[in-house]
C-alpha cells in the first residue's frame, strides 16, 4: 500500500510538471487542435508518438506493481467493464486534467462503498437484493456518469478550480 501511494505520487508530480513543459504545451495545443497546432509549428505525429510512449511507461509501472500481487495472469482478469469503468471515472474526475482522475476515483469508490454500507443492513431481510448487488452498482455508475455528463459536463476538476479561483480571488 505505502509503496503504491509513493508510485502514484512520483507519477502525479511527473505528469504535472511535464505538462508544464514544452512537450506538455504541445500536448495540450494537439489535444484543443491538431491542425491549428500543425500551422504553429508543432511536430504533431511526433508529440502523438511521445504522448503513447509516456501513456505506455506509465501503464508499465502500474500493470509491474499490479502483478507483483498475481500468481498468475490470464484474460480473465481484463474484463470489458474494466475499461468502461475506468473511461467513466475519468469523465466524472474531468477529462484532460491530472486532478481529476483522482476526483473520480475517490468519488467513485466512495459512492460504491457508501451505497454497499446502505444495501447490507437490508441483505438479513431480502438475500436476493446482496446477490443483485453486483447489477445495483453497474447502474448506480450508469446513473453517475449520465448525471455528470449533464450537469456537470466538465467534471469534478472543473468544480475543485472554481472554488480554488472563489478563495484566490475573495478580498
Given amino acids: 500500500y505505502y509503496m503504491m501511494i509513493v508510485l502514484v505520487i512520483i507519477c ?3 505528469m504535472a510538471n511535464l505538462l508544464r513543459s514544452k512537450a506538455g504545451r504541445a500536448w495540450i495545443a494537439i ?5 491549428s497546432a500543425e500551422v504553429m509549428g508543432i511536430n504533431v505525429v511526433k508529440y502523438k508518438l511521445m504522448a503513447f510512449f509516456v501513456a505506455g511507461f506509465l501503464g508499465g509501472i502500474a500493470g509491474s506493481f499490479w502483478i ?5 495472469i490470464s484474460p480473465e482478469h481484463f474484463p470489458w467493464f474494466l475499461s468502461l469503468w475506468l473511461v467513466g471515472v475519468i469523465l466524472i474526475g474531468g477529462v484532460g486534467s491530472i486532478y481529476g482522475t483522482i476526483f473520480g476515483s475517490i468519488f467513485m469508490v466512495v459512492v460504491m462503498e457508501a451505497l454497499q454500507l446502505g444495501i447490507m443492513p437490508l441483505a438479513d431481510s431480502y438475500p436476493k437484493l446482496l446477490m443483485d448487488f453486483l447489477f445495483i452498482k453497474e447502474a448506480a455508475f450508469g446513473l453517475a ?4 455528463l449533464i450537469y456537470e459536463p466538465n467534471g469534478l476538476a472543473y468544480r475543485w478550480w472554481q472554488i480554488k479561483n472563489y ?3 475573495w478580498p
Fill in 31 to 35: 489535444r484543443d487542435n491538431d491542425i
Fill in 12 to 14: 502525479t508530480v511527473l
Fill in 68 to 72: 507483483s500481487s498475481l500468481a498468475a
Fill in 167 to 169: 478563495f484566490n480571488l
Fill in 145 to 148: 456518469i449520465c448525471i455528470f
